[in-house]
């Protein structure tokens, strides 16, 4: 990445200008009286004079305590530390490359030639790597490794030995987390696809495709139909290249393998394969999951042992850790609890939490029938039967939903209990966090609601109404400004 730098603009007979990382010994000074256009130059910090007798169209300070010095013609160069030539002022750019990880602690230089070559130069060991490259990138991650591009193809570089890691014989690359690149490579026409590290090879280049599944697990794709389970941190591949889906997460070291449409679960920690096959796995987001076999649904626990059953659905998937929502062959929806109790019944089009807090359960059930949307809590109450055409999350701050009404084309508020706060009359309504107001708006003027549900000013304004601390708001109606306090009434 390259890293921020700014260039000194200086003003006055002398004036001196710190930089990022201060240099020690020498600071920038400009004489504005020159005639050359080379007002620029550097002296030492305790006498004040000159380092040596050279003058620059700029000069700019680097993190390392550098500077980058301009002359004649654009060219630039580096000054070091301790006032020496690094390199004369002969390159058209000299950038900074360094890792955004900090751990990682190394820098380069970019030196672009007049035919837009790039020649890497490392700062700390003062190595420069040969050939010249059309283009050089750092990565995100905290792998060491710099993309470098001749001739169209891409190689990587080694940051922490400068040595090059593999030339560049790569049609592509995508940095995938992990500190993981999956790289393509193009030979007689046919694309292979395989993963790298700082270390070299992860995946070796001999699948069409590679995709990340989780952190943890990659499906290495032999063809379209048929994959190999790598993973990450075990450094293994499972299997052969009979599956044709893996369905993992990130949080648990259970995976569903399908292999001819049938599932099987596999623990690439403890290395068990549970005996049980099924025609169907859910992804496994929950302490428990659901599968089904032979059209019966059962509930799994993290090892893939069966511990507890649901029944006949058409689909069946954890919304949480205790209740699992079902749909039946008339694709109609309800919730189960883990125990097998309904709690819902399978009345509904769709049936979906929306939460409005960071703990656990802090959710209500968002349900549509006819087509039309209402509000659950979780234990099955109708806080809302289902009247408007949407329910959405206004405020998570202040538990609001707002509601709509299509028919009449009107908004309004309610709480996530059920209890409506604004009646659904109006054009707009939007939330103000700041003093728990509701904005509303009717006929094109503005007002306000409490969130008490309380009008504390009727749609008559123009605009948007914001009170500041002191319970002033600065209003306009029918063209004429003024200012108003929380009770409606005009004040200076």
């Known amino acids: 990445m390259r890293l921020k730098s700014f260039y000194l603009l200086l003003t006055g007979l002398l004036f001196v200008t710190p930089c990022m990382a201060q240099n020690k010994l020498f600071e920038v000074a400009v004489n504005d009286t020159v005639t050359d256009g080379l007002p620029y130059y550097l002296v030492q910090k305790k006498t004040k004079k000159p380092i040596d007798n050279k003058r620059y169209h700029s000069i700019e300070a680097l993190e390392n305590g550098w500077f980058k010095v301009e002359a004649f013609g654009s060219r630039v160069g580096l000054v070091s530390a301790n006032g020496s030539t690094v390199f004369p002022a002969i390159y058209t750019s000299?950038?900074?490359?360094?890792?955004?990880?900090?751990?990682?602690?190394?820098?380069?230089?970019?030196?672009?030639?007049?035919?837009?070559?790039?020649?890497?130069?490392?700062?700390?060991?003062?190595?420069?790597?040969?050939?010249?490259?059309?283009?050089?990138?750092?990565?995100?991650?905290?792998?060491?490794?710099i993309s470098v591009t001749k001739d169209n193809k891409y190689g990587f570089i080694n940051a922490g030995n400068d040595s090059f890691l593999f030339p560049c014989i790569f049609s592509s690359?995508?940095?995938?987390?992990?500190?993981?690149?999956?790289?393509?490579?193009?030979?007689?026409?046919?694309?292979?696809?395989?993963?790298?590290?700082?270390?070299?090879?992860?995946?070796?280049?001999?699948?069409?495709?590679?995709?990340?599944?989780?952190?943890?697990?990659?499906?290495?794709?032999?063809?379209?139909?048929?994959?190999?389970?790598?993973?990450?941190?075990?450094?293994?591949?499972?299997?052969?290249?009979?599956?044709?889906?893996?369905?993992?997460?990130?949080?648990?070291?259970?995976?569903?393998?399908?292999?001819?449409?049938?599932?099987?679960?596999?623990?690439?920690?403890?290395g068990i394969f549970p005996k049980d096959s099924f025609d169907e796995v859910n992804s496994r987001d929950f302490q428990l999951t659901t599968a089904a076999k032979n059209g019966q649904w059962f509930i799994l626990d993290k090892s893939g042992k069966i511990v507890g059953k649901t029944g006949k659905w058409k689909s069946c998937t954890f919304m949480n850790d205790e209740l699992i929502l079902v749909t039946d062959?008339?694709?109609?929806?309800?919730?189960?609890?883990?125990?097998?109790?309904?709690?819902?019944?399978?009345?509904?089009?769709?049936?979906?939490?929306?939460?409005?807090?960071?703990?656990?359960?802090?959710?209500?059930?968002?349900?549509?029938n006819k087509n039309k949307t209402g509000l659950l809590s979780l234990t099955g109450t109708v806080l809302i039967p289902p009247y408007y055409s949407d329910i959405t999350l206004l405020s998570?701050?202040?538990?609001?939903?707002?509601?709509?009404?299509?028919?009449?084309?009107?908004?309004?508020?309610?709480?996530?209990?059920?209890?409506?706060?604004?009646?659904?009359?109006?054009?707009?309504?939007?939330?103000?966090?700041?003093?728990?107001?509701?904005?509303?708006?009717?006929?094109?003027?503005?007002?306000?609601?409490?969130?008490?549900?309380?009008v504390i000013i009727p749609t008559q304004y123009d605009g948007e109404i914001y009170f500041d601390k002191k319970g002033k708001a600065s209003v306009s109606k029918n063209g004429v400004s003024l200012i108003i306090n929380r009770k409606n009434m005009p004040c200076n």
């Not at 694709?331 to 939490?353: A, C």
């Open 94 to 145: 000299i950038e900074e490359l360094s890792s955004e990880n900090k751990k990682e602690q190394w820098q380069y230089l970019m030196l672009y030639d007049t035919l837009n070559k790039v020649t890497l130069y490392n700062t700390k060991t003062g190595k420069k790597i040969e050939p010249q490259f059309d283009n050089a990138e750092s990565f995100c991650g905290g792998n060491k490794l």
């Open 173 to 270: 690359w995508q940095s995938i987390g992990n500190d993981l690149v999956l790289v393509g490579q193009k030979e007689n026409g046919v694309m292979t696809k395989g993963l790298i590290d700082a270390h070299g090879w992860v995946i070796p280049p001999e699948f069409t495709s590679i995709d990340a599944v989780s952190e943890n697990v990659f499906a290495a794709w032999v063809n379209e139909n048929a994959c190999l389970a790598f993973m990450v941190k075990k450094g293994f591949f499972l299997g052969d290249t009979s599956y044709n889906m893996i369905i993992a997460n990130n949080s648990d070291p259970i995976i569903a393998i399908s292999r001819a449409d049938k599932y099987v679960l596999y623990n690439y920690q403890t």
């Open 329 to 368: 062959s008339t694709e109609r929806s309800g919730i189960l609890h883990k125990d097998g109790r309904l709690i819902i019944p399978v009345v509904y089009q769709s049936l979906y939490t929306i939460s409005y807090g960071e703990e656990k359960n802090r959710k209500v059930i968002i349900c549509k």
């Open 396 to 454: 998570a701050r202040q538990k609001w939903l707002s509601i709509k009404d299509d028919s009449a084309a009107t908004y309004g508020v309610a709480d996530i209990n059920g209890n409506i706060i604004v009646p659904c009359i109006y054009e707009r309504v939007s939330a103000f966090s700041a003093s728990n107001d509701i904005t509303v708006v009717k006929n094109g003027k503005f007002g306000l609601f409490n969130n008490k549900g309380e």
